[in-house]
């Protein structure tokens, strides 16, 4: 009998484990578990649509080799997201796997999940990120355990291609890649036939007696046009600027590499754009962080252990994210902040100061008060996870002392940011 994987994922995200994603995203159950009935479709048939070889096959089980996706927690659904930090961890591993796997489209799918479901954009991206690694642990266990390696893996896949069929409407679109939209749109055309087939009480068509192609795809026809239209659409939409957020991946105020210039555009798998592969780095207190090479943890890391005293050499976060014109943050900030207090709990004499800083387009005095604010919440997060308040001091600086031009989007994105700098090591 065939594996129906979203049908499981699904199954899997009820009761308490829905309830306890739900709220740390700050969504209700109901709209959470109606973005989960899109997210599945999307990554699985997203998936199946680009396995269409033995080394597509290879690349992908790699992936999952590579991140060990196919053994410990990662097998376990419910355990993965109710261990403590799961829900953290995973969407720390699987927002850059959503980017490498998914490439332009993912912006595409995290929109189409939100409009399906009402969830905010970026409960949508952290939905995504969360299930990608439990989707490859799914399909790795199964695969692994098997022992078919690629053939085990195109199999499987292509058994899921008779359920998408029973995918939210929109999908076909948004997914971008052609041998998915046919699946979908063959298998509903399939099924419809045979609906009809049934309905007329005439004896079902069997598959050597179907239609040519061209007949069977004739009620789908129409909507070609729809399709190519949001297709485009969905690809200028991921390109264009995100709304403005704390920062992106910032230039430090001195001279520190500027390293989002340096790393090559084409991130190893489970990488993030601009900030390097994840490398492991084991802490004095044995705790072992998974940070991007080029990380603002990794050049954290790397000043601490330094000879020296030089206190003015400031950091900027590349990953946290607050609401609009608010304090704020988001999930996504979750990790970065946890790699911080980590650091700041395996060397117990380091001190630090946390800087907030803004654009100029709005009043100097409603700036100032929004970095204070911002700065504070980042500081008060860090707190929560252990650190000691007395080590640390949060201070807003508005406007002052930008580091891009303010006259351009780029520049003013650049200057929405929170800093950190040690001030005793």
Do not use: C
């Not at 890391?301 to 988001?330: K, V």
Request: hydrophobic share 40%; aromatic share 4%.
């Amino acid at each position: 009998m065939a594996t129906n994987l979203i049908a499981e994922m699904m199954n899997a995200f009820r009761g308490d484990t829905l309830s306890g994603v739900a709220s740390a995203l700050g969504e209700t159950p109901g709209k959470t578990q109606t973005a989960l009935g899109g997210v599945f479709p999307a990554l699985i048939g997203g998936l199946a649509g680009s396995v269409s070889s033995t080394d597509q096959a290879n690349t992908l089980l790699n992936v999952i080799k590579g991140n060990k996706l196919d053994a410990g927690p990662f097998t376990d659904v419910s355990g993965a997201i109710k261990a403590p930090g799961g829900m953290t961890s995973l969407m720390s591993m699987g927002r850059p796997l959503v980017d490498s796997l998914f490439g332009g489209r993912a912006g595409v799918i995290t929109d189409w999940v939100s409009s399906l479901s009402g969830v905010s954009r970026s409960s949508s991206s952290s939905l995504l990120g969360l299930a990608l690694p439990l989707v490859l642990g799914q399909i790795g266990k199964r695969v692994m355990s098997s022992g078919a390696g690629a053939s085990g893996l195109m199999s499987l896949l292509g058994e899921q291609r008779q359920y998408l069929q029973d995918a939210p409407p929109g999908l076909a679109g948004i997914l971008g890649s052609t041998s998915t939209r046919q699946v979908v749109e063959n298998e509903g055309a399939r099924r419809v036939g045979a609906h009809e087939a049934e309905t007329r009480r005439t004896p079902v068509v069997t598959a050597s007696q179907a239609a040519p192609p061209e007949r069977r795809r004739s009620p789908w026809m129409w909507a070609i046009p729809l399709l190519l239209l949001i297709a485009l659409l969905g690809f200028f939409l991921s390109r264009r600027p995100e709304p403005p957020r704390e920062a992106g991946v910032q230039t430090p105020r001195t001279e520190v590499p500027r390293a989002a210039q340096d790393v090559p555009r084409v991130i190893p798998p489970g990488g993030v754009a601009g900030l390097g592969a994840f490398v492991e780095r084991q802490l004095p207190n044995n705790i072992a962080l998974r940070i991007p090479a080029n990380g603002v943890e990794s050049k954290l890391l790397a000043y601490i252990q330094q000879p020296g005293q030089n206190t003015e050499t400031w950091f900027s976060f590349d990953r946290l994210e607050f609401e609009t014109d608010s304090a704020r943050l988001l999930p996504a900030a979750s990790e970065q902040l946890q790699n911080i207090a980590n650091i700041m709990k395996a060397y117990p004499q380091v001190t630090v100061e946390i800087g907030g800083f803004t654009d100029n387009t709005a009043d100097s005095a409603y700036n100032l008060k929004l970095s204070q604010d911002r700065a504070t919440a980042a500081m008060n997060q860090i707190a929560s996870l252990g650190v000691d308040r007395s080590r640390m001091k949060a201070e807003g600086f508005g406007e002052a002392d930008p580091i891009a031009d303010n006259d351009t989007p780029e520049g003013r994105q650049r200057n929405r940011r929170i800093d950190i700098r040690v001030t005793n090591k």
